[in-house]
């Protein structure tokens, strides 16, 4: 059977409406059951914009079966990602997860069906990443990497039983074993920093706690070195999303095979190629070039 996908929305309807297209033109998306989280509006003038959401959703065929849950009040992504995941994990033991500005290729269900199926029962690995945005040509089609990515993703129920929420403890941890530096990428991307601002209530990102639980668990993700996931939210419409066009993917649109990986041990290449891309985009060089360039296009915002 199918893994169940469940797609979270808001109050972006052309965002929606894109990543539904193209989800519909998925192989499996026929014989696959959707689920639909629909948030409600934070403010009196977001309403309008969820209203547009829950109209068109109501709309949505061309999958097995189809269930929409609407929010009664805002519960915001990551309280929605957890109770969704949690709920429907349990419930089918996989689940494959996107978010609403999302554009899948057309084979990301089978992909993601594949993997989930060739892996169920490798305790090592513990998710599945669908989008690639270094655009490495050293990375191999496939490859096991300590860190999960979180646009367009999978799990299994025997993974998520590893999530902590809380990211205090999380942090505590990582730095009692002093393992900041290598979550980090060598230094070169401030995923500590990220998880610092979650417990401060700077962000409240479900990602960043589900990265470091694996993480410290020693499992591993499963990543694609050919990218079937575009991010579309970099245009200042998304939660946690900035511009810049840093996290650029391009959409592969055949199929990739999946052949498992063994032994389950993280490929120290393709980790390194991350370590390349941090440091060459992350950099305080970098960063200020950016800044410049931002400014010079009058895009002060983000």
């Not at 539904?20 to 499996?28: G, H, P, S």
């Not at 993974?159 to 990582?174: I, Q, R, S, T, V």
């Not at 990218?227 to 649109?253: A, H, K, P, W």
């Not at 041990?265 to 991350?274: C, G, I, S």
């Amino acid at each position: 059977m199918n893994a169940p996908i469940l797609l979270f929305v808001f109050n972006r309807p052309d965002h929606v409406r894109r990543t539904v297209e193209a989800l519909k033109q998925n192989t499996l998306s026929p014989d696959s059951v959707l689920y639909i989280y629909s948030d409600a509006a934070r403010t009196p003038e977001q309403e309008g914009a969820v209203e547009e959401v829950r109209k068109y959703i109501h709309s949505v065929s061309g999958f097995k079966e189809i269930h929409i849950i609407e929010r009664a009040e805002n519960w915001g992504l990551a309280r929605s990602i957890i109770d969704g995941v949690t709920t429907r994990v349990n419930e089918y033991g996989k689940v494959i997860v996107l978010e609403d500005d999302l554009i899948t290729a057309p084979y990301f269900l089978q992909f993601m069906n594949d993997a989930l199926e060739t892996y169920k029962d490798e305790e090592k690995v513990g998710h599945i990443q669908g989008c690639d945005f270094t655009q490495d040509s050293a990375l191999p089609d496939t490859f096991l990497i300590k860190w999960t990515g979180s646009w367009g993703w999978a799990t299994w129920k025997r993974a998520w039983k590893y999530f902590n929420p809380d990211g205090k403890a999380l942090l505590n941890e990582l730095e009692k074993r002093n393992l900041t530096y290598t979550f980090d990428f060598n230094g070169k991307y401030g995923y500590t920093r990220m998880l610092r601002r979650q417990i401060e209530g700077k962000n409240n990102s479900w990602a960043i706690r589900w990265n470091a639980s694996l993480f410290l668990n020693d499992i591993l993700s499963l990543n694609v070195g050919k990218s079937l996931v575009q991010n579309e939210g970099f245009d200042g419409s998304g939660t946690n999303c900035g511009g810049g066009g840093l996290y650029s993917s391009n959409l592969f649109m055949g199929r990739i095979d999946v052949k498992k990986i063994s032994p389950a041990v993280e490929n120290k290449e393709a980790r390194m190629a991350y370590v390349r891309y941090y440091a060459r985009t992350n950099s305080f060089m970098a960063k200020a070039i950016r800044r410049i360039k931002r400014t010079l296009k009058g895009d002060f915002g983000r």
